[in-house]
């Protein structure tokens, strides 16, 4: 068996040369910054939120994110630095504007365009009439779509918020016992919205917003994994960082909601 | 030891023959036919003139053969008359000439001839012919057929073997090589048998000599331990080399390779997916098959289109010489075969097996089913929350089921089969959403929707044209499909009018491969074989994979023929190197390139019980199955074709070196490999912008990479005797490159630095106890570095993993006990049946799987997805013969 010695023992030189080598150190993030701004025209940009990453520890307990608080932030647009307050009658269109400070020597940066105002918002009907249900009725059984169309030559992505403006809850139905008083969409590439009758809750009036946001946006919404089979780094448009720096553009309609 | 026994009783007239053995409660016929095969002797009688009945008992123990055919054919009517050892029965009054009897003495001459089932005549490839005493030795090709030349005398001993049959000693005589040979070896089985003289051992596994290619007896594969029976794929998977930690595929990672870089070949058509129920289970039913052999890396020029190794499964071709039936059943599936002679010289062969909803099916479609991320897309519109209550209605239904059917007929010459393949499974979770609200309801349903299958067809044509030439045309047709639906309905009404509309993912994937081909084989001497063919493939590959009805990410139509010619030539030199040096040279017509692979490997024996092996070899890939990254539901694949440009031709280079050290009941044997591997793609829209832009083109997602796989395989096996079973060490790695990852290589996903196996089989009377346990380094895996939540525009709020380094991080390691007991049983004098217990992860291992994380309320949890944990089978089956 001399010869099996020798190859057992060529072998495991082998094995130990090639194993050397072998590392499983746990990475926490401690330097890059979560971005959150968002620049609506005509409106004040109300916080850029900084924050760090909730570190990678599964034996940690409640982890808060942490604020970050000594960034000096300035957002430019056509190399005018702009502090974070309101600036009326800019126009709001096709407006590229950056924001960049620097954080643990490296400078986060990021740029986003505004886009256009949304064009030909209209809704098939600004008054809708809806019979009240009472307990022991038999309940209406029709339905009936409102539509609200926009355009949208260009695909760009859209969503809708429908919020009720009355402060006096008066619900279509007995069945109504909450209070939701906003409704939204995700963002999606489309040029109409649908309202179902026997979707709608409240009676009085309601404001319909148009978001035109930018893809950057939108790529937020998409299902992320959360598998380690196919685990990757979120979209982002922050250089250096994480989060989101976009531009929206908005229009507006009302409709009110009637008892027969 | 019976094998020196058998030998010394070689005498030069069989009426010496000294007569061991009494029998008792036997016919004329069958003592005669157990004195012939146990002393080597052959007996020439009509079975007419034979009188049926048992005859009485009588000992003969000690007494010469010749008084022994005295006893037993007095009264009979019949005489007889001894020639060497040959005997001649005749009726009383029939002459018996002696010259036609007497055969012309030969020296230094060559034989051809077959090896055979005894049972049922099927013939038996790949098996083992050896001259005793020398080194002089052939393997049997495809078909059984065998050609051996410079045997040294006409009373040369030959050494048969074949795993999972008992080796034979076939004592040549004047007589048996006046024409071609027909040898039968018995199959294995774990019944006390009545005759046992010539036999020697069977093996579950055999190692070849020819570089990294080893077989195991399908007949074997039985007694080891298993989840859902018997498993073709996954009783590979205890060899060293081969992963054994891929709970969750059936396919085979062959020295770092990927299951779609093993070429798997049955009855000479390709099958592109073998696995049944989310790979847990193989699509091969074991009653159809008759040998595989697996060639772990620098296969031959004979074969090719892969990156990694080839397995090769030869289909039964049904018992020849009698009907035969018989039927099992597991915890999991019904199985059932039949075979039917047809005529004299063909057989047919019918098998087919289904799944059912058991427990064991149901735990492993829950375990795959939970483990499927978030319901495909929420509904667009969300008109308020806790508006009425909605009712999700599901009955998951799923089955898979495969069939195989195999015509052969044999001539002299010639040899005709048709052999038959489908397999699929079927996996419906879908669910109905019924929402109510005041009494209106509204409709609503998720398709989750998962099929795949093969179609598989050949026609093949053996002919030898003489005893060294042999040829081999093939017709081939192999079909793949995959469908895939996602999609939830959407019922939208707009103008007055109801429109139906699908959100969510359609896949389907579909390829076709016609073949043909033609392989000779020259025997030019006893040391120099030349193969060479010609192989020509057409290849017709759609791929379909659409999102919300609209948005087609992809729609391949690719078709490709690709022409092959290759050489090889077997040489033997200075009685102890062995060289097979080869090429192959194919045209692609996508390419318009020719790819030239040349090939090389040796064999030297250092001494009788010591082999030096090495080989080196390129291959080229050109139908390649591309994994997509998909978060919706975990990694999925489709094939498509190769193109140079967006999708590269795959190609590798392999380097391997080892040596085997082989005694009678022992091997062994150690292998390093070293693998190149260029070309390899990927597709992934985790990178692409993901909501609907007119300008997208989702061409550019395929991603290119390189990879470098090496290791070191051992295996000490002891072969023969009660206790067999092996100890297998692959220490492995394989590091891929894929720039869209970042400059570093990374640890490919299927990487595992150590893997240990100990398979054991013990057989105990009637009994077969077996164990196995598999050992492995966790898999690598990409952890997050962090979290973070966005408030959304809108006032909702996102969350999002940030992450690290891809696969840098390691699970926890694999290791199960799998153990199994068989029990083996005649039923009436011929029938067979089976009973089988396994338990699968006998300790109840907790397997991690994959991890998945999820951010909630700030704090970022992990989970682990588990494998299966403690799982019981039996296994019961019958065959009539």
């Known amino acids: ?260 | 030891m019976s094998v020196i026994f058998a030998q010394q009783l070689v005498a030069q007239n069989a009426g010496e023959i000294s007569v061991t053995k009494n029998y008792f409660g036997k016919t004329l016929k069958n003592t005669l036919d157990d004195l012939a095969l146990s002393y080597n002797i052959d007996i020439d009688y009509d079975k007419e003139d034979i009188p049926k009945g048992i005859m009485p008992g009588k000992s003969f123990k000690g007494k010469p053969l010749n008084t022994v055919l005295q006893l037993l054919l007095k009264d009979k009517g019949l005489h007889y008359k001894i020639v060497e050892m040959q005997v001649v029965i005749r009726k009383t009054g029939k002459k018996i000439l002696l010259e036609e009897k007497i055969y012309k003495r030969k020296n230094n001459f060559s034989l051809s001839g077959t090896i055979k089932d005894k049972k049922s005549g099927e013939s038996l490839p790949f098996a083992q012919i050896l001259i005793k005493n020398t080194k002089n030795g052939t393997v049997s090709n495809v078909d059984g057929y065998f050609t051996l030349f410079k045997i040294p005398t006409d009373t040369s001993v030959f050494l048969v073997s074949y795993t999972g049959y008992k080796t034979k000693r076939v004592f040549l005589s004047p007589k048996l090589i006046s024409k071609d040979i027909v040898i039968e070896l018995i199959p294995e089985n774990n019944m006390i048998d009545e005759v046992n003289i010539t036999a020697e051992s069977e093996e579950l596994m055999k190692v070849y000599k020819d570089i990294s290619v080893v077989s195991m007896s399908t007949k074997q594969m039985k007694t080891l331990p298993s989840l859902g029976g018997q498993d073709l794929f996954r009783s590979f998977q205890l060899l060293p080399g081969v992963s054994a930690s891929n709970e969750s595929s059936s396919g085979l990672y062959v020295r770092g390779g990927t299951p779609d870089q093993n070429l798997v070949l049955y009855d000479g058509f390709t099958v592109y997916h073998v696995d049944h129920l989310f790979g847990m289970f193989s699509a091969f039913n074991p009653n159809a098959v008759k040998d595989v052999k697996l060639y772990k890396g620098g296969f031959e020029s004979k074969y090719g289109g892969r990156l990694s190794s080839v397995m090769e499964i030869t289909g039964k071709d049904g018992n020849e010489k009698n009907f035969n039936l018989g039927a099992g059943v597991s915890f999991l599936s019904i199985d059932g075969f039949a075979e039917i002679p047809l005529g004299k010289k063909g057989s047919f062969l019918f098998t087919g097996r289904r799944s059912f909803q058991s427990f064991l099916y149901k735990d492993i479609f829950d375990s795959f089913n939970d483990s499927d991320a978030a319901s495909p897309e929420a509904p667009a519109q969300i008109m308020g929350k806790g508006m009425g209550r909605s009712m999700v209605q599901s009955e998951p239904s799923s089955f898979f089921y495969d069939l195989n059917a195999k015509a052969t007929y044999k001539f002299d010459k010639d040899i005709f089969s048709l052999s038959f393949y489908n397999g699929q499974d079927d996996l419906d979770n879908s669910s109905t959403t019924n929402i109510s609200r005041g009494g209106m309801r509204m409709g609503g349903g998720r398709n989750d929707l998962t099929q795949w299958g093969n179609w598989g067809t050949s026609a093949k044509w053996s002919r030898r044209w003489n005893k060294s030439f042999y040829s081999n045309a093939l017709a081939s047709y192999s079909k793949y499909y995959s469908k895939r639906n996602m999609t939830r309905n959407n019922t939208v009404y707009r103008n007055g009018e109801t429109k139906e509309i699908n959100r969510g993912t359609i896949e389907d994937n579909q390829l076709q491969d016609y073949t043909f081909k033609i392989d000779n084989e020259w025997k030019i001497t006893q040391n120099n074989q030349l193969e060479f063919g010609l192989q020509s493939s057409y290849y017709n590959i759609d791929y379909l994979f659409t999102r919300n009805d609209t948005i087609e990410i992809q729609n391949r139509h690719d078709q490709a023929s690709l022409s092959t010619i290759y050489f090889q030539d077997n040489l033997r030199l200075f009685n102890r190197l062995t060289l097979i040096p080869g090429i192959r040279a194919s045209f692609y017509d996508v390419t318009n390139n020719i790819y030239f692979e040349p090939r090389v490997s040796l064999n030297y024996d250092l001494n009788k019980k010591i082999q030096l092996k090495a080989s080196w070899g390129q291959y080229y890939q050109f139908a390649k199955r591309i994994i997509r990254d998909d978060m919706e539901s975990g990694s999925r694949d489709f094939w498509t074709l190769g193109n140079g440009d967006d999708i590269p031709i795959g190609f590798a280079t392999h380097y391997i070196g080892g040596l085997s050290y082989e005694t009678h009941n022992y091997l062994f044997s150690a292998e390093a490999y070293y693998k190149n591997l260029q070309g390899l793609s990927e597709y992934s829209l985790l990178y692409a912008p993901t909501f609907q832009q007119q300008n997208v083109n989702y061409d550019d997602f395929f991603y290119e990479g390189t990879g470098v796989a090496k290791g070191i395989e051992l295996l000490a096996q002891k072969k023969y005797g009660k206790y067999t079973g092996w100890v297998g060490y692959t220490l492995g790695e394989v590091k891929y490159d894929f720039p869209i990852y970042g400059n570093e290589s990374f640890m490919a996903t299927h990487d595992v630095t150590h893997e240990l196996k100990f398979v054991n089989s013990y057989k105990w009377g009637k009994w077969v106890f077996s164990a196995s346990w598999i050992y492995g380094t966790g898999k690598p895996y990409t952890a997050p570095t962090g979290a973070y939540d966005i408030t959304m525009a809108d006032g909702s709020v996102n969350s999002f993993i940030a992450v690290g380094d891809k696969n840098t991080f390691r699970l926890p390691d694999y290791h199960r006990l799998d153990i199994a007991a068989t029990y083996e049983f005649g039923i009436g004098s011929k029938s067979i049946g089976n009973i089988g217990f396994s338990i699968f992860n006998l300790y109840n291992r907790t397997n991690t799987w994959y991890k998945t994380f999820e951010l909630v309320d700030s704090e970022l949890i992990e989970t682990d997805v588990n494998l299966l944990g403690i799982t019981p089978n039996i296994t019961l089956s019958f065959k009539l013969r």
């Open chain 1, 1 to 260: 068996m001399k010869n099996t010695a020798i190859i057992t023992v060529m072998i495991f030189g082998f094995l130990s040369a090639i194993t050397s080598c072998e590392q499983n150190n746990i990475d926490i993030d401690t330097t890059t910054p979560v971005v959150e701004a968002y620049l609506i025209p005509g409106k004040p940009v109300e916080q850029v939120k900084l924050t760090k990453l909730i570190p990678y520890l599964s034996d940690n307990g409640n982890y808060v994110a942490e604020g970050i608080s000594d960034a000096e932030i300035t957002i430019t647009n056509n190399n005018e630095n702009y502090k974070l307050l309101p600036v009326p009658d800019k126009s709001g269109e096709n407006q590229t504007y950056n924001i960049d400070f620097e954080y643990n020597n490296k400078t986060i940066s990021a740029s986003t365009i505004t886009p256009q105002k949304p064009t030909n918002f209209t809704m098939s009907q600004n008054i809708i009439y809806i019979d009240r249900l009472v307990e022991g009725e038999r309940p209406n059984m029709e339905n009936a779509i409102y539509e609200i169309t926009w355009d949208n030559d260009d695909g760009s992505n859209y969503y809708i918020s429908i919020d009720l403006l009355e402060t006096e809850i008066d619900p279509v139905s007995f069945m109504v016992t909450d209070t939701v008083t906003q409704t939204l969409s995700t963002p999606s590439v489309t040029d109409v919205y649908n309202i179902n009758s026997r979707l709608l809750r409240y009676y009085g009036n309601h404001r319909v917003v148009l978001y035109k946001v930018n893809e950057e946006y939108a790529n937020l919404y998409e299902n992320t994994s959360t598998s380690s089979q196919s685990l990757t780094d979120p979209y982002t448009n922050i250089e250096n960082g994480k989060g989101i720096f976009t531009a929206f553009n908005t229009d507006t309609l009302f409709f009110e909601v009637k008892e027969y």
